[in-house]
């Protein structure tokens, strides 16, 4: 587990990608080192999602995939990385 202060945040953008963007980024205000894997289907491409893509840039959030459609675009993760990702984390959120 981390320090006190900060902890390590794993968020999992499962049924509502444009919130896990959002609470992602949200979450590094407070110091935490924050995770952000797209689950289940791909990213739609919205404006809504294109500004909260450029929030994860500001905040330095790299997100990375279970979703091999967007293997093209983001680091894609087989089970055993999701696994590593889940050991890593204090905490874990689905969204």
């Known amino acids: 587990m981390s320090d006190e ?17 959002r609470v992602a980024a949200g979450l590094t205000i407070f110091g935490h080192t924050v995770k952000l894997i797209f689950m289940d289907h791909s990213v739609e491409e919205s404006a809504e999602n294109a500004a909260n ?17 967007m293997a093209d675009d983001l680091p894609l993760l087989d089970a055993v990385g999701l696994a590593r990702a889940f050991t890593e984390a204090d905490a874990v959120l689905s969204l």
């Open 5 to 21: 202060g900060t902890k390590k945040l794993l968020v999992l953008a499962r049924r509502d990608h444009a919130e896990a963007m």
């Open 53 to 69: 893509a450029e929030l994860l840039e500001l905040t330095g959030i790299e997100p990375q995939t279970t979703v091999t459609a």
